[in-house]
């Protein structure tokens, strides 16, 4: 036996080693987490040397969503791309992210940003520099419309695939761009002494199943850049349609350029070539169309020369 008195105390230590958690339930409080903007470069060289505009009808963005924490959180996003300085804006809609109500459950879900809930064909209408991107996550920021019941598991986890799509629908209208054939030429030189040319006459022949227009303008420079002459060649001619944008049968063109006279004098005595390519989707780049893996070209091309020769 052991005798206390009031000067006696007892005194113990408890420690808790390796602590697992299975939930945690209440309310998480409000906050904003900033999303670290950046940006991607969307320059294409071949777009950049375009005049013109080539616009996207049904471009997406989409994110699928799995989450097993308890917790109303709102995505604002921040999405903008960039052509000489002007920016065009998504303009999309906040979304809250898809999350359970009860222990243990998983929401799945997808967020999409399309042509009906935001401005994402501008953003997609090419040629464009960049695209920069950013926003923020919003927890609990609406209590009233949510509540306050928040709660975590050890295993809750909550993941994301983004995807953007940009389907070929598109329009096209006021495309061109231009280039140098040939500099320096002398034609008449490389021509014999004794044959002189009469007439020139370019034969061709097209058939495509792409719902574009071309047309191709040869321009001939004297030595000092004067433009002396020039012809337009209808290339392309548009297949036209179906109610899916999508050509079923061919087009086909044929036509037949005569060069004689003075025009023969001013090309034989060019000195440079330039081209100047112009193009547009079916009607006029006003109706949207589809471009698909499938799509033919067919191009027959053959040349007359008349000529006289002294013998």
């Known amino acids: 036996q052991v005798s206390i008195d009031s000067s006696d105390a007892l005194d113990m230590t408890f420690e808790m080693t390796n602590l697992q958690f299975g939930h945690i339930l209440g309310y998480f409080g409000t906050q904003q987490i900033v999303i670290d903007p950046?940006?991607?470069?969307?320059?294409v060289e071949f777009?950049?040397?375009?005049?013109?505009?080539?616009?996207?009808?049904?471009?997406?963005?989409?994110?699928?969503?799995?989450?097993?924490?308890?917790?109303?959180?709102?995505?604002?996003?921040?999405?903008?791309?960039?052509?000489?300085?002007?920016?065009?804006?998504?303009?999309?809609?906040?979304?809250?992210?898809?999350?359970?109500?009860?222990?243990?459950?998983?929401?799945?879900?997808?967020?999409i940003f399309d042509n009906t809930n935001s401005q994402i064909v501008d953003v997609f209408t090419l040629p464009k520099d960049s695209i920069v991107y950013g926003g923020a996550v919003n927890i609990?920021?609406?209590?009233?419309?949510?509540?306050?019941?928040?709660?975590?598991?050890?295993?809750?986890?909550?993941?994301?695939?983004?995807?953007?799509?940009?389907?070929?629908?598109?329009?096209?209208?006021?495309?061109?761009?231009?280039?140098?054939?040939?500099?320096?030429?002398?034609?008449?030189?490389?021509?014999?002494?004794?044959?002189?040319?009469?007439?020139?006459?370019?034969?061709?022949e097209t058939s495509t199943t792409l719902p574009l227009?071309?047309?191709?303008?040869?321009?001939?420079?004297?030595?000092?850049?004067?433009?002396?002459?020039?012809?337009?060649?209808?290339?392309?001619?548009?297949?036209?349609?179906?109610?899916?944008?999508?050509?079923t049968a061919p087009s086909s063109t044929s036509l037949s350029i005569d060069v004689s006279g003075t025009d023969l004098t001013q090309v034989l005595s060019a000195k440079s070539i330039l081209a100047e390519v112009l193009m547009e989707t079916y009607n006029g780049g006003t109706e949207p169309v589809r471009l698909r893996t499938d799509a033919t070209i067919g191009i027959s091309l053959g040349i007359q020369v008349e000529v006289s020769a002294i013998l």
Do not use: C
Request: glycine fraction near 8%; hydrophobic fraction near 40%.
């Open 38 to 43: 950046g940006s991607v470069p969307l320059a």
């Open 213 to 247: 227009n071309a047309t191709i303008v040869l321009r001939f420079y004297d030595a000092s850049w004067n433009e002396i002459h020039s012809e337009s060649i209808d290339l392309l001619q548009s297949g036209i349609p179906n109610m899916n944008g999508i050509v």
């Open 140 to 204: 609990n920021h609406d209590t009233a419309s949510f509540g306050t019941s928040n709660f975590v598991t050890n295993s809750s986890s909550i993941s994301g695939d983004l995807l953007m799509e940009l389907p070929f629908m598109i329009t096209a209208s006021a495309l061109s761009f231009g280039d140098t054939l040939a500099q320096d030429l002398d034609l008449i030189g490389s021509i014999p002494t004794e044959v002189e040319i009469k007439a020139l006459r370019l034969l061709m």
């Open 47 to 111: 777009l950049n040397d375009l005049n013109g505009q080539i616009s996207f009808s049904e471009p997406s963005i989409s994110m699928d969503i799995t989450n097993s924490i308890g917790l109303p959180i709102e995505l604002a996003l921040d999405f903008s791309s960039y052509s000489n300085g002007t920016g065009f804006a998504l303009n999309g809609p906040d979304y809250v992210l898809p999350y359970p109500t009860n222990i243990g459950n998983t929401e799945t879900g997808t967020l």
